[in-house]
């Protein structure tokens, strides 16, 4: 489908401004009703496994699939991005305001306000441990995280804010809160496992260097500990001669005295 919302047609000038509104809105309709259902079910709803397979019994079932092929995989991602920029086009603008305008605005608003509460669902469920968090690829997670930390829950929160006063004039009201939320330090868990995945291969890089390096100067050390042992028994040898012949004498001295 084409991203770009429909040129307004060619109106006059008390018209005008309506129908950039009505351009922008028909475009994010049209976009929401090819990507998502009614309630953001895709993202929100835990996906069920598939039933029994044929070849084995009947009480057997297939493992679910991690949550980011499901939910959280990236076409909802980039989905999700989409609307969320088409929602907040939809802000009215001087002239623009008027009782149908301002209705249009708080089904905007209201929708991604199911958004926001659809993502947080789903990124709970994975952060926390969900049945479908096994097998999540970390990378994805965190980068839905970033999605939702700075651009759609502070996008959503400043829409309402400033659309707010223009809803009351007409006897309209948003939601005075965002629903599920994900906390910051769950947050902190997701933004960071990227990062875990990317550094895991350098440590064991690190690990088989410093292998290495202890094979190289085994040799060495073995040569070192050989040539030691070396001196040290001659040492010895030294001192057994030299106390032998001391003892020889010695004897043969108190014997002639």
């Known amino acids: 489908f084409n991203p770009k919302p429909p040129p307004p047609a060619d109106t006059s000038a008390e018209v005008k401004p309506f129908a950039n509104f009505l351009s922008r809105y028909a475009h994010y309709v049209l976009l929401r009703a090819q990507c998502f259902g009614g309630m953001f079910n895709e993202i929100s709803q835990e996906s069920a496994g598939p039933g029994p397979s044929s070849r084995s019994s009947r009480s057997s079932k297939a493992a679910a699939k991690p949550i980011t092929a499901t939910?959280?995989?990236?076409?909802?991602?980039?989905?999700?991005?989409?609307?969320?920029k088409a929602g907040c086009a939809c802000a009215l603008k001087d002239g623009e305001v008027t009782e149908s305008t301002a209705m249009c605005v708080e089904r905007v608003v209201s929708d991604l306000i199911g958004l926001t509460t659809a993502t947080a669902v789903a990124l709970n469920r994975a952060l926390k441990g969900g049945k479908d968090s096994k097998g999540a690829d970390p990378a994805i997670v965190k980068k839905w995280c970033q999605f939702y930390s700075e651009e759609l829950l502070p996008q959503t929160k400043?829409?309402?804010?400033?659309?707010?006063?223009?809803?009351?004039?007409?006897?309209?009201?948003?939601?005075?809160?965002?629903?599920?939320s994900v906390s910051g330090e769950l947050l902190q868990k997701g933004l960071q496992g990227g990062d875990e995945e990317?550094?895991?291969?350098?440590?064991?890089?690190?690990?088989?260097?410093?292998?290495?390096?202890?094979?190289?100067?085994?040799?060495?050390?073995?040569?070192?500990?050989?040539?030691?042992?070396?001196?040290?028994?001659?040492?010895?040898?030294?001192?057994y001669d030299a106390y032998d012949e001391y003892s020889y004498d010695e004897y043969y001295d108190n014997e002639e005295a």
């Open 71 to 84: 939910a959280l995989r990236t076409e909802h991602l980039e989905a999700a991005q989409m609307i969320l």
């Open 158 to 180: 400043g829409l309402m804010k400033r659309t707010t006063p223009e809803l009351d004039a007409y006897g309209m009201f948003l939601p005075s809160r965002m629903g599920a």
């Open 198 to 239: 990317e550094e895991a291969p350098i440590e064991e890089e690190k690990d088989a260097e410093a292998e290495e390096e202890k094979k190289e100067d085994t040799p060495a050390d073995d040569k070192e500990e050989e040539a030691n042992d070396e001196d040290d028994a001659l040492e010895d040898e030294d001192d």
